[in-house]
Each structure stands twice: as C-alpha cells, then as structure tokens.
C-alpha cells in the first residue's frame, strides 16, 4: 500500500502541485472586493485559521499614528440588546459583520459605522435565559451569511439586504442536538470548499459532542454526525446519564489544500468526578482530523486523558507549512486550557511538539473530597478560545494566554449521597464552592502574549498583560501583531521581539479578536469591546471600535470594575488511522418474488436487511456501508437520485440500480431512503413512463441499524395469550444501555391577564446554581405546554427552589433571574401561569403529580395491520432479556419485530427487567424506528 501510494503520488506529481496553485489563488481571490481591497472573511480571517493578513499600510514605523475612527454601540442603537461582547468582525466588499450576545446580526459600512440592515431572532426573548449568552460571528459563504443562534438553529441571511433565507433546526440532522438537552451555539461557523462546519457547546450538561458538515442550502453535507465520544450508556458513559462531555464548541479548521477539517474536543463531563466515567475518556481533550468531503475520521490525539480539572483543546487548531528543524513540513498545531502548545504533522498525526509551555504555571494536583486543592491555571485559564496567530515571514506562532488560578474543592460524598440518581442539578455535577473555583490568596491573575518558535519548539519571548487575555491575536504582513486584553487595550506589538509600539483604552473589557481590512486602499482595524462576566468582571457593554491612521488619539477611561490588584504575582501513543477508500457496495440485497402483475407496474426500493450495531470504536468512524437497489418492477433503474435522512447522495444509482449509504453502525435508528431526482433515470434502457416516476417519487424504504435478536421464542399459554422474549446483543454480545430515570415532567397552561390561552409562550426553568436549564415546547392554542426540568440540587433540599421564566416573542418575563418557585423534590409538577403587562407574570403553585421521565428500548412487533400492542411487557434486563404478552389474535400471524429508543413518561418506576407502562407504548412505527430484525410466526395453537 505505502509503495503504491509513493508511486501514485510521482505519476501525479505535477497535477497536485497545479491543485494546490489553483486553491491558493483562489483563496486569494476570495479574500480580495471588488476594488482589490483586502477583506477579513472569518473568524480566523481564512479556513485554515492563521488569522493572518497580508496588509502593510499599517507598519512599524508609523503604528504610533493609529487612532480610533469611530464606535458603535450597539445599545444605543437598541437598549435590549444584551451587555457583552465576545464577536470576531468579518469584513467583506465594505461591509462589516458584527453579531451581539443575543444573536443580532448588523452589517456596517466598514469606513463609517453606518447601519446597512440588522437581523434579530423572532424568539429573541428566550436567549434572555442561556446560562452562557455569547455569540462570536458569522460566516460568509457562497454568497450568504451564516449565523449559529443560541437555541441550535443555522440561519442564512442575504448578505446584502439581511432577508431571512432560511433557518435550520441543527437537530435535523443530528439527533437530540437540542437546547433541552444541554446545548447551545455560542461559536462563529466555518466555511471552507462549499461546505458550513458547525458543532455546539454543551459538555457541563453532559451532552455527546459532534461535529456536522453542511452544504450551503444548508442540506446536510455528511450522511452521520461525526459524533466525538460513545453513544449514552456505552463504553466511558456507563456511569450515569450526565457522562459525555467532548463537544465541539469553538471554531473548527480546514486545510483547503487537502480537505482535511480538524478541530479540539471539550473535557469529559462530569467536569471534577472522574470516578464517574473511568479511563482515559478516548476522544475528549483531543484533536480530531476528518476528511471534509466524507465527515469520515483520518486521525485523533488526546492532549489530556482522565482530565479532572476542566480543561479543554479549545483553542481553533491552526494549520500551515513551516520549517521544522529546518525542513518545510505541513503542520497543525494547538494549544490547551491547560497552557501548553503541541504540534503534529498534518498529514498523519504524529507529534512533532508535545506539551510546550504557554504560560509560566501548569500545576494541577489531584483533587481530593474534601480538602481545597490550588490548580494553576484554573478551570477558565490557559488557552480558552483565544485563538494563535501564524506568521509564515518569522514562522513563530503566537499565544494570547490567561494566566490564572483557583482554589477546587471536591465534594465529599456520604453513602446515602451515592445512591441517589444523577440528574440536572444533582450534587454530582459541580464543586461545593462553585465550578470554576475560588480566589487563591495572595495570586493575581493575569494575561501573557508570546511567540514560539516552529522551528526549534521553543518560546521566543513573552510579556506580560494586566488582565487574562481572552481575544486572540491577529497579525500582518507588515509585521505587527495586534490583541485586546481584558483591561480594555488594544495592543500592537512586534512580531520578531515582543515589544509594544503602540496601545489603546477602549473603554470595556475584551474578549474577542482584533480584524483587519482594506477599503478603497486603506486599512483598518476593527474589534468589539464589552467582554463577558468571565473576563476580567465584562459584560459592561457591546460595541465595536474601528481604528486606522489618522484617526483620534482621545482614549476612553478604562474599566471602572477590573478586579483589585494583589501585590506579588504525557506522551500519547499516536492512532493512526487510514482515510477510507471509496464505498465499497456489499453484496446480498435480494429483491423480493412478485406477482406477475405486480412486476409489471410495481416501483421501489429495496434495502438490504438490517444491520447489528457495533459497539464504538475511538479509532474507527463508526459507520458500515449499506445498500439499497431501485426497481420497477423486476427491473433496475439506473440514474435514479437518492436521498438518506436528507442527505443527497452525490452518486446516482448505477445499472444494477443500487446505492451505497454509510449508516452510523452504534445508534439503534432506521434510515429513511428516497428517491428524489429522475432526470437521468432509465430502466431496460429506456426513459421511465410517468406511472412509474409517480411510483418511485412517492415511495420510500429504511436502512435498520439496531441489536442482535438471539433465543426468541414465541409461545401459547394456557389462557391463549402468546409470550414472547428473547435476548439484545450487539455484535460483541453486549447487551444495550438499560432504562433509567433522565429526569421529570413539568406541564401547565400559560393564559393572559384576562384568562385567554396564549400560543407560543416558552417556559424556563433553571437550577439556582445557574448551571442548568430546560426550555418547554411552544405553548399551543390551548396555552398548554410541556416540558421537563430538574427536581434535584446540589444540596438535596426538599422543596427544591428553581428559577421559572417565560419568553414570548421579543418580551422575557422575569429577566435574567426569572421568580422562583417551590419544586417537590425528585417529583413531575403542573404549573399554570398567567402573563400580565409589562414583562408582569403570575406563577400557581406547582403541584406535584406522580411519574418522570425515563429514557430506554423496549421490542415490540407489528403484524398486517400494524403495530400490536401487548397486553404486558417487561424491560430488558442488565443481560438484555426481553419479554411481552401478546394477546391470542396474535396466534398464526407473522410478525416483524422492531426496537424503539425513546424517552417516555411513566407513573411507574422503570428499572431494567421491570414492568413497562403500556401508556407509553407507540400505536405506530415513526419513520426512524428501526424494524425487521427478525421474522417471528405464533403458532396456532
């Protein structure tokens, strides 16, 4: 294999090297208006994340002329929108793209600040309630912008007029992505070869990271998620329902030149409980390298393994070509929360650099029960989001760092703690004095700005900043670096040494990157003030400042809230892992006996039978190759196009009518094939009549992936009834994930002051920790709506004291605090609330009711007509032994077994090999459902 693919690579020698020119100009392109002004086209100005910029008008030696142009603020322009600030401007063609912390988007005439168009979210209300509210900026990508919101939505605006396009559920295409789950969008998306990269924040709520291509009609790019860590239940995440962690919640990076997208991984969750989700939690603090094109898995390393202290590989990996010990080689390289920097060759993922220090303290003991442990840095420290800089003149990298420290305490557990679930809120889930720690006495936090040198691995220089640095660093051909800290300056400094030449108080804290830009031949530099509560005390404002020769030297008072001063300041075996070769069609699809007359006029699609689920692999993909084949009647119909779960396959159907999809093989799910293109399409070599297209359009067919069925039996009782059991396996005989409690149900009606239902009302609920929050369905017509929400805090106090909120449209009642209401602990609840005026609202008491909400499998089976529902059922057990009675029509009928994951409400407790309430029993299949594992026919008698 390595021979053949030296040799390929000669014979094609030159061709690639053409590839790469003709990528490189176009990239340049791209980054040049209409007038060769050079623009900022993304949060790292380009896809591979440099944050590099070609511009010299701004040197050296006249950088002492900068001054500032003008400010927008933003709540001046409407005083709703939320304090804070953390977006990355993007410039393109004279227009600059600033979002807010609540999702607005405003396009600026980049030399004036003037106002072009504002988009605002129509259920901008809700975002009032996020734990965390940020948003970091938009992408420009075939002709649209692209903005993430809060409540995991893709939107796309015109770019010139700010028209709503489309808004797209993530949740779509990635299964349970939604906010009621624990995740969130705070990141700017990517785009890169026509494709948008987006993942989600969301590791404290224990949530499963992944990543997901689409195509810029924002149809899905990849058949699967690229999912970062085990299914819930399995592997790591045995241990409780709040194990997962390894999100993706900064920007990811592409080498265009390659189509290669990687991107870091967030912690595993619990964040301090390690205990909870033992081993080395594969894939979390990790960096990931993925094939654009396919979303199929080139290679990983982990920077941490069994991490405990909440650090993430947060920062936006950067990939480049630079000199190492002297030879040119194509590098990606990344630095950690914990601060330290590693490199690897691109290609492969061997290490080049591991664990280079960033910041001067990386000490972190093992947390004990108990006892205060100092950890430098701290949970919020090192490098966060803050993104590097490369420049290719020096071939030195450049870190903004946040130099801080904290006191941990774990919390120590009693017995009668142990024992008691794990739910939202639970005492499992943060520290005794809060999760990101207390002050160290006698400790200053503070930033650092420094460089490394490539080459050698080593830092070059380093200096030191009043603040933690949270923004990043952005740099020019010309030299000069520039970063805004977390005392409100704006800094440049040079490149080679270090020093500072030039800086300005904006006023407000910064946590966000500077941009860089020409128009009609002049340059600029813009950057957005106002940080967040995690940045040195912000989210005193939301503006952005533009700077540029010749403007004022008149600065702002600094921040009147900065936090007091305090006098005195392991190798990882790499896994290698080979790009896919192309999809392979399996054989044994059989195509189903027909009558004569259905032969002659029956269209279709026949899907190869299910498939067993594969436990999860940290060096694989995780999907199998399956396939359908496309007939009319007996014949074949070539040139058909299919589409699986919405995703669009790029090939069509070939001449024996077969398709090839790559289903993830480790989630119980079935997916839906359909044929939705026929332009092309023949059969016995002629064009399908309109009967035909009409039977193929209309029709559909599923892909199950789901467990082994082993030992099913069927048989008649005394009474008539037929029991039915056998046992689930995956294809190393594992039993699935067994039932257990996910959490409890709140559910109301929501009237106006005069008593009328109100439709579309929201209900927020949120611990008084402030680390978790569920959102309710829109109240219907009927006001009613629906909803779940912790019952348990990190105290065990019985009542339990939740915040409750509503949003409604662009009107929050309640604020960010919301009024708090007297929960029965681990108890379902009704609510009614009645809205007045003003953001005035009333709360009844809740009321406890009987039941929760339980997350599992159950077997059932469909006959002729249907679903049959069984007269009693019993959970499979810790073994994945099922069982179910059937009522005595069953007898001498065959029936198709299938296996649903769902999660249900119960009066009665679920456990594994208990009694399953019939409430809850579906009376038909979804679409998603996967079906026809086995063949069973009770006998008659």
């Known amino acids: 294999m390595i021979g053949r693919r030296r040799k390929a690579y000669s014979a094609a020698g030159l061709s690639a090297v053409l590839v790469v020119l003709a990528v490189m100009l176009s990239s340049a392109a791209a980054s040049l208006g209409a007038e060769g002004d050079v623009g900022w086209r993304g949060f790292g100005n380009t896809p591979d994340e440099n944050r590099y910029s070609p511009l010299k008008q701004i040197t050296k030696s006249n950088v002492d002329g900068l001054g500032r142009l003008f400010t927008v603020d933003f709540r001046r322009i409407d005083p709703s929108i939320r304090r804070g600030q953390q977006s990355f401007p993007v410039e393109a063609n004279g227009t600059l793209y600033v979002t807010t912390n609540n999702d607005n988007v405003f396009a600026l005439d980049a030399t004036t600040g003037d106002v072009k168009w504002r988009w605002r979210p129509d259920n901008e209300a809700v975002f009032t309630n996020f734990g965390i509210v940020a948003n970091r900026g938009v992408a420009l990508c075939d002709g649209h912008v692209f903005v993430l919101t809060l409540d995991m939505t893709i939107v796309s605006l015109d770019p010139r007029t700010g028209k709503l396009e489309r808004r797209v559920p993530i949740a779509r295409a990635v299964s349970g992505a939604s906010s009621n789950y624990g995740y969130s969008e705070t990141s700017a998306p990517i785009c890169a070869n026509h494709r948008l990269i987006v993942g989600a924040a969301g590791s404290e709520y224990g949530v499963r990271g992944f990543v997901m291509a689409y195509r810029t009609d924002l149809a899905p790019a990849w058949p699967n998620p690229f999912w970062t860590i085990p299914p819930s239940g399995t592997s790591w995440r045995k241990l409780g329902t709040l194990v997962g962690g390894g999100v993706v919640w900064t920007p990811t990076t592409v080498d265009t030149t390659t189509n290669t997208l990687y991107f870091g991984t967030g912690s595993a969750t619990p964040l301090y409980f390690p205990g909870i989700r033992p081993g080395s939690n594969a894939r ?229 990157g500077a941009a860089t830009y020409s128009v009609r031949g002049k340059q600029y530099v813009a950057i957005t003030s106002g940080g967040t509560p995690t940045s040195s005390n912000g989210g005193t404002a ?49 195509v189903p006996a027909l009558t004569r007359s259905e032969a002659a006029v029956r269209a279709r699609i026949v899907p190869q039978p299910a498939i067993h689920i594969r436990p999860w692999d940290a060096d694989s993909s995780n999907v199998q190759t399956v396939v359908g084949r496309v007939f009319v009647g007996r014949s074949p119909v070539a040139g058909a196009s299919i589409t699986v779960d919405g995703f669009p396959l790029l090939r069509l159907t070939n001449a024996k009518g077969e398709f090839a999809y790559a289903a993830d093989a480790t989630l ?170 003003g953001g005035r609202y009333t709360l009844a008491k809740p009321v406890p009711t009987p039941g929760a909400i339980y997350q599992g499998l159950v077997v059932g089976v469909s006959g002729p007509r249907g679903v ?74």
């Open 868 to 941: 049959i529902r069984p007269l009693s059922a019993r959970w499979p057990d810790a073994q994945g032994r099922f069982s179910f009675v059937l009522p005595a029509s069953a007898r001498g009928v065959p029936l198709r077994l299938w296996e649903n994951q769902h999660q249900f409400v119960s009066r009665v407790a679920a456990v594994p090999g208990g009694r399953v309430e019939l409430t809850s029993w579906p009376r038909v299949l979804g679409q998603t459902v996967p079906r026809g594992f086995a063949l069973l026919r009770v006998p008659s008698e």
């Open 284 to 512: 979390a603090d990790s960096l990931i390298a993925v094939d654009l094109a396919t979303g199929r898995m080139k290679w990983w390393q982990q920077q941490m393994a069994h991490n405990e202290w909440s650090y993430d590989t947060a920062q936006p990996p950067l990939v480049y070509t630079g000199k190492v010990g002297g030879d040119r080689r194509r590098i990606v390289s990344v630095g950690t929360m914990e601060g330290v920097w590693f490199a690897y060759d691109a290609a492969t993922g061997a290490p080049i650099y591991q664990r280079i220090k960033v910041i001067d303290r990386t000490e972190h003991p093992t947390l004990q029960p108990g006892k205060p442990v100092a950890v430098f840095p701290s949970s919020l420290g090192g490098l966060n989001f803050s993104p590097a800089s490369y420049d290719p003149s020096s071939n030195y990298i450049f870190n903004a760092a946040a130099e801080t420290a904290g006191v941990l305490v774990q919390v120590k557990l009693t017995p009668t703690q142990k024992k008691r679930k794990r739910l939202y809120g639970d005492v499992f889930l943060g520290l005794q004095n809060g999760n990101f720690g207390q002050l160290l006495p006698g400790w200053r936090d503070h930033g650092s700005i420094s460089a490394i040198d490539v080459n050698t691995g080593r830092r070059v220089w380093k200096f030191r900043t009043p603040e933690p640095e949270r923004g990043g660093v952005a740099t020019t051909a010309s030299g000069l670096g520039f970063a805004g800290g977390g005392d409100g300056v704006l800094r440049a400094f040079d490149l080679r040494t270090g020093k500072v030449l030039w800086k300005f108080q904006t006023g407000h804290q910064i946590a966000a």
């Open 668 to 837: 119980a799910r079935r997916h839906v094939a359909r044929v939705t293109g026929l332009a092309r399409a023949r059969v016995n070599g002629r064009p399908l009549t309109d009967t035909e297209k009409r039977g193929l359009l209309g029709g559909r067919a599923g892909f199950s992936v789901g467990y082994r069925i082993d030992g099913l039996q069927a048989r008649v009782q005394s009474n008539g009834q037929v029991l039915v059991s056998g046992r689930l396996s995956d294809t190393q005989g594992v039993a699935p994930p067994p039932v257990r409690l996910f959490t409890y149900k709140l559910s109301g009606t929501i009237t106006d002051s005069g008593g009328k239902p109100v439709q579309g009302a929201v209900v927020v609920t949120r611990t008084q920790d402030r680390d978790f929050w569920t959102f309710s369905s829109a109240s219907d017509a009927q006001g009613r709506y629906t909803s779940f929400f912790s019952a348990s805090d990190e105290t065990g106090a019985d009542p339990v004291q939740l915040s409750v909120g509503v949003a409604l449209g662009g009107t929050n009642y309640g604020g960010v605090t919301g009024t708090n209401a007297d929960f029965a602990r681990l108890h379902s609840s009704t609510m009614d609330i009645q809205l007045g005026s």
């Open 542 to 590: 939301s503006e952005l400042q533009v700077f540029a020769l010749g403007g004022s030297h008149t600065e702002s008072p600094p921040p009147n809230n900065l936090p007091a001063r305090i006098a005195a300041e392991p190798s990882v075996t790499p896994a290698y892992i080979a790009a896919p070769s192309s999809l392979a069609a399996p054989s044994g699809v059989d």
